[in-house]
């Protein structure tokens, strides 16, 4: 028996198919290409919701600060409204209070809002954020 030659397994004659066609092979990529495609997709999708949430607990920390301050500072604040910018984790927000009397003359309602003044927000009339708390007036 005579030994076989390692080209004799490749040459033309052979009638085995020993690999893809050109059309198995572009059938392939195509099918890679599309899914890589969704999952970029999908990717670009959690990238802008994390950035939204991040925005949204921001914008919550700002209502949250503004409403503290005035607890802490023990304020007996006006009836009526302010307003204001403030950098919060390297983000801009515009806040506004709004100051209200209740039934008992001892507290006040203040409800805080809180938007976006980033660039790559758009302008919205939906706050981000709003938060409402009571103060109370200090002892005299």
């Given amino acids: 028996m005579k030994p076989m030659n390692m080209w004799n397994r490749?040459?033309?004659?052979?009638?085995?198919n020993t690999g893809f066609t050109l059309l198995e092979v572009l059938v392939a990529l195509t099918v890679l290409s599309l899914s890589l495609m969704a999952a970029l997709r999908v990717s670009g999708s959690v990238?802008?919701?994390?950035?939204?949430?991040?925005?949204?607990?921001?914008?919550d920390w700002v209502a949250e600060n503004r409403l503290e301050e005035h607890r802490a500072r023990h304020d007996w604040l006006p009836v009526g409204g302010s307003n204001?910018?403030?950098?919060?984790?390297?983000?801009?927000f515009r806040?506004?209070?709004?100051?209200?009397?209740?039934?008992?003359?001892?507290?006040?309602?203040?409800?805080?809002?809180?938007w976006?003044?980033?660039?790559?927000q758009p302008a919205s009339d939906a706050p981000l954020t709003k938060i409402v708390g009571f103060l109370v007036r200090p002892s005299q």
Avoid: M, P, Y
Avoid at 10 to 16: F, G, T
Avoid at 47 to 59: G, N, P, S, V
Avoid at 116 to 120: E, G, K
């Fill in 47 to 59: 990238t802008h919701d994390i950035h939204e949430l991040r925005l949204r607990q921001l914008a």
């Fill in 84 to 92: 204001g910018e403030v950098e919060q984790g390297g983000e801009r």
């Fill in 10 to 16: 490749w040459s033309v004659s052979n009638k085995q």
């Fill in 95 to 114: 806040w506004e209070a709004t100051v209200s009397g209740t039934a008992n003359s001892r507290f006040r309602r203040i409800e805080v809002r809180v």
């Fill in 116 to 120: 976006s003044r980033s660039n790559n």
